[in-house]
T-cell receptor, first 116, second 114 residues
Framework: DGGITQSPKYLFRKEGQNVTLSCEQN?????MYWYRQDPGQGLRLIYY???????QKGDIAEGYSVSREKKESFPLTVTSAQKNPTAFYLC???????????????FGSGTRLTVV | QKEVEQNSGPLSVPEGAIASLNCTYS??????FFWYRQYSGKSPELIMS????GDKEDGRFTAQLNKASQYVSLLIRDSQPSDSATYLC??????????????FGRGTSLIVHP
């Protein structure tokens, strides 16, 4: 079955440590995205990539970095510069498309990151 | 002004009733609109998309779009306890890179009680 796999499901980070969240998809989707969700809040866009070897900052990119070396993979690194990283991180992919696109996202199961 | 606004709820309806969820958006040039369902502790799943004015029906779900008034709604007929979840509205917006990225509302919590 096609889908998006995020790992790990739970992750604990120590102060000053960088951690990397994995996101892999086998849907042959061009576009991939990272969102952060805090309790009682909507999804906030961190980074997105519409094509391999290219990515764009979202609304809250500070303290995060990404790479898109393969179509299937879009890992997110939470750096020590991110002062409040505890959140639920969601990776998504889509076929892509223009303004009239009715293609929505397929989401992974998420990674819960906690600072200890 | 928030780009996509939803009443956080909770909206409580009895089993078998119609649940009506509403969403307003600020960007007049938005073209595509989506409803996602998110169960507690899980990731969102796409329920419906709509980009033309009027109604779009899929089973027990009906999405309604009114671009002149800048609102989109989701009706759930014959609500079931299994429909209890948070419903997220998402609206496509243009980005600096020329692509179109959904902006999400905070979601409305729906509780369907037996």
């Amino acid at each position: 079955d096609g889908g998006i796999t995020q790992s790990p499901k739970y992750l604990f980070r120590k102060e000053g440590q960088n951690v990397t969240l994995s996101c892999e998809q086998n849907l042959n989707h061009d576009a991939m995205y990272w969102y952060r969700q805090d309790p009682g809040q909507g999804l906030r866009l961190i980074y997105y990539s519409q094509i391999v070897n290219d990515f764009q900052k979202g609304d809250i990119a500070e303290g995060y970095s990404v790479s898109r070396e393969k179509k299937e993979s879009f890992p997110l690194t939470v750096t020590s510069a991110q002062k409040n990283p505890t959140a639920f991180y969601l990776c998504a992919s889509s076929i892509g498309g223009g303004p009239l696109s009715s293609y929505g996202y397929t989401f992974g199961s998420g990674t819960r990151l906690t600072v200890v | 002004q928030k780009e996509v606004e939803q009443n956080s709820g909770p909206l409580s309806v009895p089993e078998g009733a119609i649940a009506s969820l509403n969403c307003t958006y600020s960007d007049r040039v938005s073209q595509s609109f989506f409803w996602y369902r998110q169960y507690s502790g899980k990731s969102p799943e796409l329920i419906m998309s709509i980009y033309s004015n009027g109604d779009k029906e899929d089973g027990r779900f009906t999405a309604q779009l009114n671009k002149a008034s800048q609102y989109v709604s989701l009706l759930i007929r014959d609500s079931q306890p299994s429909d209890s979840a948070t419903y997220l509205c998402a609206v496509n917006r243009g980005s600096s890179g020329g692509s179109y990225i959904p902006t999400f509302g905070r979601g409305t919590s729906l509780i369907v009680h037996p």
